[in-house]
């Protein structure tokens, strides 16, 4: 913990208790992320602005994958409805509520992205998610992942109508990623994310045991890439129109998962348990590229 006190000492990050920075911080740490190392590009009152984004995602996140009843999910997420709610009325009750709470002050976040990313959680906790329709795919993909964008964007530096553009189409490209990236770590835990009107096109049977081994995953596979690579030019093209420097951890994020679903794709879904990953080298390459471009 020594490199935290020795940089929470230079300066008062977002005007907070250096404890409290460090408990944000250890979150994010213990997460064995590698958003960490990610957002050391950033000064340090976005960088930890990104760390109180993160550890509430984290946080709500923990509650829909907890092995707790729905009922008590529910009511465990409508507590943290309520604790976003004491944070805009300037009620902070911990470190990570005062953390938040600065970050909220700071970078002028909206109250209904909090509550878009928690109705997200919802969806998971209720029950699996198995094969939804097109519209409740789109409406997961939003809560899940472009909700998330639309608060990060703000604490990368940019609160333009282009920079909700770019949360709305780098979020889904995201998440289509990690849904196509994960479908057989899905089906051990009884989910299925991809559409059910996609499985059905293929006569794939839409239940989580039937998808992994589907003779024919690789078309709805091939499908949904497509529609992510097109999310990902319509975020690149609004990024054209957002502050250049804001968008560098954007750039980098959208470099990195666009590398991770073109090697799905030349791996394919015939083997969908072999999950793919970037070598090291690769990540270094793709992110001196993203921050120089």
């Given at each position: 913990m020594g490199f935290l006190r020795a940089r929470h000492d230079e300066a008062p990050v977002l005007g907070c208790d250096a404890a409290d920075l460090a408990e944000v911080e250890q979150i994010v740490v213990r997460s064995g992320t590698s958003f960490g190392k990610g957002m050391r590009i950033l000064p340090p009152d976005r960088r930890y602005g990104m760390y109180a984004v993160y550890a509430f995602c984290r946080l709500v996140d923990d509650v829909a994958d907890d092995e707790g009843e729905?009922?008590?999910k529910s009511r465990r997420l409508e507590e943290w409805r309520a604790r976003i709610a004491r944070l805009y009325g300037g009620e902070a009750r911990d470190g990570i509520d005062r953390v938040l709470?600065?970050?909220?002050?700071?970078f002028d976040l909206r109250q209904?992205?909090?509550?878009?990313?928690?109705?997200?959680?919802?969806?998971?906790?209720?029950?699996p998610v198995v094969a939804p329709d097109e519209a409740t795919f789109d409406l997961y993909c939003d809560r899940v992942a472009s909700a998330v964008g639309r608060l990060s964007v703000r604490v990368f530096g940019d609160?333009?109508?282009?920079?909700?553009?770019?949360?709305?189409?780098?979020?889904?490209?995201?998440q289509i990623t990690n849904i196509l990236r994960d479908v057989a770590e899905d089906a051990r835990l009884g989910r299925l994310?991809?559409?059910r009107d996609l499985l059905e096109r293929f006569n794939i049977t839409p239940?989580?045991?039937a998808v992994v081994h589907a003779a024919r995953l690789e078309q709805v596979g091939r499908i949904l890439a497509a529609r992510a690579h097109d999310h990902f030019r319509a975020a690149a093209a609004a990024m054209a129109r957002c502050d250049r420097t804001a968008m560098r951890p954007a750039r980098l994020m959208g470099a990195t998962y666009a590398a991770i679903l073109g090697a799905q794709e030349r791996?394919?879904?015939g083997t969908p348990e072999k999950r793919v990953s970037l070598s090291r080298p690769r990540k270094v390459l793709i992110a001196l590229r993203a921050l120089a471009g």
């Open positions: 729905a009922e008590d709470m600065a970050t909220i002050r700071r209904q992205d909090f509550n878009d990313v928690i109705d997200g959680m919802e969806m998971d906790a209720r029950g609160s333009s109508p282009a920079a909700d553009q770019v949360a709305y189409h780098l979020g889904r490209a995201l994310y991809l559409p239940k989580p045991s791996q394919g879904w």
